[in-house]
């Protein structure tokens, strides 16, 4: 009968005369009695659902080992913003321990409006493209001759760069 755990007994002595005694006990980490037999690594299966977007090929991963990030899938109108295990985004730092799935999740792409600045014959002003629901920003003023800027207009109403809003080309 072979005993697995060994206590091993050791005396250590400061220049102060001080003995510290400590005791150790070692046993095989992997609490095999027999260490000299090879273990099975555990290997999963890591799938990517893409979600309607381009496929993305299924990894094979060893225990506590990390996915390799893949490139980001594609799918038409929309925005690709991670890959998410249930319901979390995934840390590909993050070592695995079991088979997964990890699920594309999207954005859909918002409309992009132009913002069109007519100086009324004063220095030009570049087109903005804006995303539907953001703010256009404030260009800076031009010149002209003989006249004073008094601000930009929209339908008559002058506009707020601070708090107005694209929702179509203007």
């Not at 002003?125 to 003989?146: F, L, Y």
Request: a negative charge.
């Amino acid at each position: 009968d072979e005993n697995v755990t060994d206590t091993v007994t050791s005396q250590y002595i400061f220049e102060d005369t001080t003995n510290i005694t400590s005791n150790i006990l070692r046993s095989d980490e992997s609490e095999n009695p027999n260490p000299d037999i090879d273990h099975e690594e555990k290997i999963f299966t890591i799938t990517f659902d893409s979600t309607g977007g381009t496929s993305v090929d299924s990894q094979e991963v060893k225990d506590g080992e990390c996915i390799v990030e893949p490139d980001a899938p594609l799918k038409e109108g929309y925005n690709f913003l991670g890959w998410y295990y249930d319901g979390i985004i995934w840390d590909f730092l993050t070592g695995v321990d079991n088979d997964m799935t990890l699920t594309a999740r999207w954005e859909k792409e918002r409309d992009k409006y132009s913002v069109t600045f007519n100086s009324d014959g004063g220095t030009s002003v570049d087109t903005q493209s804006v995303t539907d629901g953001e703010r256009a920003i404030e260009p800076p003023i031009p010149i002209k001759d003989g006249f004073i800027f008094l601000g930009w207009y929209h339908d008559s109403m002058l506009w707020n760069f601070d708090t107005d809003v694209v929702t179509s080309n203007i």
